[in-house]
């Protein structure tokens, strides 16, 4: 009868132990908050300079733009367009009202055969560089504080269009840290 | 007719890619604020991260012309979460005080961060990742535009338990916008087995500057990448020991608006497995709080001999 007794108090006891150490495992944390990247800072210079672009044609842009990291950190580029009211860009050969804009990041002026659709052509979706995704001999992957890099653009120009209004396309150059 | 269309399609491409004014101008956007991360906030509450730690998004035009600017809050694509985080599960809990601003050169745009977390105990314990994009958006007229975006990360974690809703922390007088420089430090040819005083070697001291109106106290801690919230950089090995990095002083007053300037030393023990390595350390300056802690990180990178 004792032994059932003190088996119940010890019983007790372990499940009040448990009780006591949830309950400070419960306690709430305090706020922590860390500012682990200052400084992040793009400077580019535009726009871009074509020469005359004829219908169902390929150009290239005859000078650069320069891509400067003026921030303190290493910074990954991501690209992307907006597209013209009457028009659509497109990563493959276009028709009809349909244009592909390319970007590769090279030191001196790619030729036209050196950009590809699946790893140059520019769309609407902000997308990161990498070591192949915009790059020519350089990348807008990691670039080091202070460091710069070269932007040419190649203009693919719809088929036809029946377009007869001038058009506007912004290439969006986006930073972020890492 | 075919005759007719080209040449006016040939005309407007003129206009389009030719009537674009080839002087060459510099724009651009600048933030402090790249990536920011906050643990233990509480489910059913929202923050305000200027009351809680004096943080806005400031977004400056460094362009030398005008424009305009859209802040926009996105959910991460997952190439760019960070920290093992998952994408916000709905990016309308974060609201921006102003999202279109109208820049001059060199004007900021402050918007102040509101974060909403729902009241639902499945949210416990979770780490959640999200982006605001900041960026210019095309000007009028035709032709080809560069416009420029910086993406803020935000990473957050939410506290394992609930807390009473009279005893959750929504403002403090905690400031994180103190400031620890250079936010990056390189460091080459590091010899093995004797100390490397990084400003006789390279010219480079840390300056913590308080920007407060009250006194503060500062710590300075060196942390291995793991054990922080920042990812380790490519080509760089985590820190083997953190007290290979010390600094002239650990804790520190500050009084209002004060800067303290801070030596550094690295101490790698004469050790054959270092040799030619790469070492990433995290520098991590505190403010203590009571209920509320900021800190900063710099990070320091050692290329040893």
Redesign the interface.
């Known amino acids: 009868m004792k032994t059932k007794f003190f088996i119940i108090i010890c019983c007790i006891l372990l499940l009040l132990s448990i009780d006591l150490s949830s309950a400070l495992a ?30 169902g044609s390929a ?1 290239v842009s005859t ?1 650069a ?1 320069t891509v ?1 990291n ?5 910074e990954t580029y ?1 690209l992307n367009l ?1 597209n013209p009211g009457g028009w659509t860009a497109v990563q493959a050969i276009p028709a009809a009202e349909q244009y592909c804009l390319s970007a590769r990041f090279n030191t001196t002026q790619p030729a036209s055969g050196t950009f590809t659709y699946v790893d140059h052509a520019l769309s609407t979706t ?1 997308t ?1 560089c990498s070591a192949t995704q915009f790059a020519g001999d350089q990348t807008g992957l ?1 670039v080091p ?1 202070t460091q710069t890099r070269s932007l040419w ?1 190649k ?1 693919e ?2 088929s ?19 | 007719m075919k005759i007719t ?2 040449v ?3 005309c ?11 002087k ?19 489910i059913g509450h929202t923050y305000n ?1 200027k009351k ?2 004096n ?1 806005q998004l400031i977004v400056t035009n ?1 362009s030398d012309y005008a424009v305009e600017l859209k802040m926009e809050v996105l959910s991460p ?1 997952k ?2 979460l ?1 920290q093992e985080a998952e994408p916000i599960p709905d990016p309308s809990w974060v609201k921006l005080s102003q999202a279109l601003f109208k820049l001059i050169p060199n004007e900021k745009a402050i918007s102040d961060i509101r974060l909403s977390i729902p009241d639902n105990d499945r949210y416990l314990g979770k780490k959640y990742q999200v982006t605001i ?1 900041s ?19 935000i990473i957050f974690t939410l ?1 394992k ?3 009473a809703k009279s ?3 929504t403002s ?1 007088d ?1 400031r ?1 916008d103190f ?2 420089k ?3 430090i390189f460091l080459e040819k590091v010899e093995l087995g004797r100390v490397y005083d990084v400003e006789k070697n390279a010219g480079i001291v840390l300056k913590v500057t308080n920007p407060n109106e009250r006194e503060q106290i500062f710590k300075l801690q060196s942390l291995k990448v793991k054990n ?4 380790l ?2 080509e760089y090995q985590d820190a083997p020991d953190t007290s290979y990095l010390k600094f002239s002083e650990n804790r520190f007053v500050l009084p209002p608006k004060g800067t303290k300037t801070i030596k550094i030393y690295l101490n790698f023990p004469q050790k054959k497995e270092y040799s030619g390595k790469k070492y990433m350390f995290i520098i ?1 300056a505190l403010a203590e709080g009571e ?7 710099s ?1 320091l990178y050692a290329s040893i001999k």
């Open positions: 419960a306690n709430p944390a305090n706020i922590n908050v860390t500012v682990t990247i200052q400084n992040l800072s793009v400077n580019a210079t535009g726009p871009m300079a074509f020469g005359t672009v004829v219908v150009t000078a733009s400067t003026d921030g303190n950190v290493t991501s907006t902000s990161a990691s504080a653009l203009f120009a719809p036809s269009t029946t377009v007869t209004t001038q058009q506007t396309i912004a290439v969006t150059i986006t930073a972020s840290a890492g | 269309r080209n006016i399609f040939i407007f491409i003129l206009l389009l890619l030719i009537n674009t004014p080839f060459a101008k510099a724009g651009g956007l600048s933030t402090q604020l790249g990536e920011v991360v906050i643990e233990n906030l509480q991260l809680l730690v943080l460094t694509d190439s760019e960070r994009w960026h210019t958006l095309a000007g009028s007229g035709g032709g080809m535009f560069l416009a420029y975006g910086l993406k803020s990360r506290d338990v609930r807390q005893e959750a922390v403090s905690a994180v400031k620890l250079p936010e990056e922080s919230m920042a990812t950089v490519e991590h209920k509320v802690t900021t800190g900063v990180y990070r």
